[in-house]
């Protein structure tokens, strides 16, 4: 009897299956669980290899080898030590952490090895990126010459980021970093946004979702959760999950945006996972490993010569202290910072960016002279009014004393209102171009407006050979 189906169908899932089964297994059993760590003798295996350990129930858990003395292997397991027993079998896989990528990820919520976790069915992927791989090469990198917008004016005015820089946004508990990235994710020019929810309670991952992303910025996005409940591994492993996927993304060449929040639960879960390995403490708490591995994290990454990554990292400043020491490693990996100011948060503020306190290294190479300009003269006064503020609000200072603090004076309520700006406000780079130009009193020309004004500005070499042939030009005549 023939069959009256003519379609095709997908055998891409079943081949994946053939190729990846392995054919001789290297097997241990559980010998010991100690805290976050599950010991057993064998299987042979090397360290980031995954492995499952097979329970009583038939229930597979994944478990990652963190730690090998003699014959004893460390693992980490992906999941709740509970129903672990001596002598449960543990099976090597041969392979480190593989994550599934491809198109078929827009849209959806993955965990920490790349399953989906949003009740929508499987995700068919077109091929596997490590979750650990190495930074492109100082020679792979590209320059970062075009601006990148997020919708916030604050940012895309007085901090202008470049397409491929990567930032960290500072602050402690409740100033406003998760409302910030969702403000940057629904308006951002990015083409693909990839987010990481690393350590974040649970019912704050549907809020983000629904309420500060919104199925139009959901339609474009990528999310990596791994719960606060989560152990360890998966919130170590979820932060350089999500970093891979917008690997891959920016393989095929597109301007991605990342965005972690935050890179303080991806330190604390490798500090769990490196005392409970034996790891001697070194700065408050913290074992040598946290600090060689946020550097690896942060540099993949930037741009290739493929695409671009622009990354947000947010970093949970412990007691406010900027100089704690996973504040101070992180701030010196990245090409600028902005810190958000909880006084600024407490007089309703928002977004509660200090400007003064925030820096963008690029800003000056992704924006136009006049721009440059007007944002200098902003700061100025801004600097100006800061520094005098005591003797303005205790009505010391008398007007007439110094026309700079004079004018500082009567520009700063002009400048709180555009600084300010409301969570579902979004700003277009016009508008803010415009808002600062009518701000400061300097013309801003439509050539700086584009993504790129640099091209638009003469180089040295250029004004030279401008000066020659005028001179040329007068001794002809």
Excluded at 39 to 66: F, N, Q, W, Y
Excluded at 109 to 124: F, H, L, Y
Aim: net charge negative.
């Amino acid at each position: 009897m023939k069959s009256s189906y003519t379609g095709e169908f997908n055998f891409t899932k079943y081949l994946e299956k053939v190729v990846d089964t392995e054919t001789i297994l290297y097997t241990g059993r559980v010998i010991a669980v100690r805290g976050l760590e599950v010991e057993s003798e064998g299987p042979r295996s090397v360290i980031g290899e995954m492995c499952t350990i097979k329970l009583r129930d038939g229930t597979m858990l994944h478990a990652e080898v963190v730690g090998l003395d003699e014959k004893i292997v460390k693992l980490a397991p992906f999941g709740p030590t509970k129903g672990i027993e001596v002598g449960c079998e543990v099976v090597a896989s041969g392979r480190s952490l593989m994550v599934p990528v491809g198109k078929n990820l827009l849209g959806r919520m993955i965990n920490a090895v790349g399953r989906p976790c949003d009740d929508k069915g499987e995700i068919v992927p077109e091929t596997y990126y490590p979750a650990e791989a190495s930074p492109p090469s100082p020679n792979e990198r590209t320059d970062i010459n075009r601006r990148i917008t997020t919708g916030v004016r604050a940012i895309d005015s007085l901090l202008t980021v470049g397409k491929g820089q990567r930032l960290g946004i500072f602050a402690g508990s409740g100033v406003g970093k998760s409302t910030l990235l969702s403000i940057i994710a629904r308006n951002t020019d990015a083409d693909i946004n990839v987010i990481g929810l690393i350590g974040e309670r649970g019912r704050e991952v549907l809020d983000f979702v629904k309420r500060d992303l919104g199925e139009e910025g959901m339609k474009r996005s990528v999310i990596v959760v791994a719960t606060s409940d989560e152990p360890s591994i998966c919130r170590l492993r979820a932060s350089q999950v999500c970093t891979a996927v917008a690997e891959y993304f920016r393989d095929q060449g597109k301007d991605v945006m990342l965005m972690m929040d935050s890179v303080t639960r991806f330190a604390h879960a490798q500090r769990e996972i490196g005392l409970a390995n034996g790891e001697p403490a070194a700065q408050k708490g913290y074992p040598p490993s946290v600090f060689d591995m946020i550097p690896k994290l942060l540099e993949r990454s930037g741009t290739n010569k493929k695409g671009t990554i622009t990354a947000f990292y947010t970093v949970l400043v412990d007691g406010d202290d900027m100089n704690e020491p996973i504040t101070d490693k992180v701030r010196g990996t990245l090409d600028g910072h902005i810190v958000l100011n909880r006084k600024l948060a407490q007089a309703y503020h928002y977004p509660a960016i200090d400007v003064l306190q925030s820096i963008s290294r690029l800003s000056k190479r992704v924006s136009g002279a006049q721009t440059r300009k007007a944002v200098g003269q902003l700061r100025t006064w801004m600097a100006t009014y800061q520094e005098n503020e005591t003797m303005i609000t205790a009505g010391i200072y008398a007007k007439g004393n110094s026309p700079q603090v004079d004018i500082a004076i009567d520009k700063h309520e002009a400048i709180e209102e555009f600084l300010k700006q409301e969570e579902y406000e979004p700003c277009s780079i016009k508008d803010t171009l415009d808002k600062l130009s009518v701000l400061t009193g300097i013309e801003i020309p439509q050539e700086e407006y584009v993504e790129n004004p640099a091209e638009f500005i003469p180089t040295t070499a250029q004004i030279v050979d401008a000066a020659k042939q005028v001179s040329s030009q007068g001794q002809g005549n």
